[in-house]
């Protein structure tokens, strides 16, 4: 994936908080349910979701260790991503960009649709966060928080999306995981989220439809990238490969319910306990919103929908 260098980028739509590292590092995830998700309604939603092969929590969200005073870096993004030019040269300036393009999409989107589209920042953090939703450590992936309305991600999960989930990684596979989060910020401002019941688990539940459909929104998103504006009226980004996207299909079923229980989590699948569906069922919605650009198609909610 490659961005327009003349494009204008706004860091403003995302804050670094928390001890910055100035890059990619080598941290670790839990194993056994995490990669993806949206974290909401009460703080059993996030330790249920994020188990070890064992049934319990792979790491423990130690609430009164996280970080109580956490400033955000603001200055320094704006200062180092200002154009697409940054964006080719720095991983940062990329998700900088990749945010700049989805929430660029939605927001036409939605007035297309006659509604109005509420920016949502991306919160870079290490290690833990607090949030609306309660507190969470790295362990719990990228996550979207309903109750305030944010995006979370440890920057150490692209490195660990590689190095312990098999991805083969690059700008447009993380572009697709902030897509999926941004996904549920949709979702909470159309009202989807707060209809389903997130201690449902299982291959139908109303948790999997919902990460399904936050799947499907990352491949509208993709379908539309190249035309999306910025402020200055150019599209940030100028070219989506067929690598680009043989890659995120190959890292949507690596964080599968299925995939993560048998290569990750003890060797066992149980798809009673899915909460984000199969590999397969991933791909599959990515695909689809991929191929039809319309966010009508991914309606994972409709009873005679085939979830795959």
């Known amino acids: 994936m490659r961005f327009n260098e003349d494009a204008d980028l706004d860091a403003s739509q995302v804050e ?21 998700a949206i974290v909401g309604f009460v703080l059993y939603f996030l330790i249920s979701n994020f188990v070890g092969g064992s049934g319990q929590p792979a790491l423990p969200l130690n609430l009164d260790r ?15 991503c200002r154009t697409g030019a940054d964006a080719n040269a720095r991983d940062e300036c990329a998700l900088v960009a990749s945010i700049n393009s989805i929430q660029g999409y939605w927001t036409e989107q939605f007035q297309r649709s006659g509604g109005t589209y509420q920016v949502a920042p991306t919160k870079f953090f290490r290690g ?8 969470a450590t790295s362990a719990a992936g990228p996550f979207y928080c309903p109750a305030d309305a944010d995006v979370y991600i440890d920057l150490d999960f692209f490195n660990d999306l590689k190095t312990r989930f098999g991805a083969q990684g690059g700008h447009f596979v ?6 999926h989060e941004y996904g549920h910020h949709v979702q909470n401002l159309l009202g989807t989220t707060s209809k389903v019941n997130p201690r449902e688990t299982g291959p ?9 459909q936050a799947d ?38 690596r964080i599968g319910d299925d995939y993560i229980q048998a290569k990750l989590g003890g060797g ?3 798809e009673t306990k899915f909460t984000h569906g199969s590999s397969a069922q991933r791909a599959k919605w990515f ?3 991929l191929r039809t650009g319309n966010p009508s198609a991914c309606n994972t909610f409709d009873p005679k929908a085939n979830l795959g």
């Open 287 to 289: 695909t689809t919103g």
């Open 128 to 135: 833990a966060v607090r949030t609306a939703c309660g507190g």
């Open 174 to 179: 993380e572009a697709y995981v902030l897509a």
């Open 66 to 80: 996280l970080p109580a005073g956490q400033q955000a870096d603001d200055q320094r993004l704006a200062q180092e």
């Open 216 to 253: 499907c929104y990352a491949g509208v998103w993709a379908n539309h990238a190249t035309t999306v504006p910025t402020r200055s009226g150019k599209p940030l980004i100028e070219e989506i490969s067929q690598d680009d996207v043989r890659r995120a299909v190959d890292a949507a079923g």
């Open 16 to 36: 670094d908080i928390g001890g910055s590292s100035g890059g990619f590092g080598g941290g670790t995830i839990a194993v056994g349910g995490g990669g993806l």
């Open 268 to 270: 066992r699948v149980d």
């Open 204 to 212: 139908t539940s109303g948790g999997v439809r919902l990460e399904l």
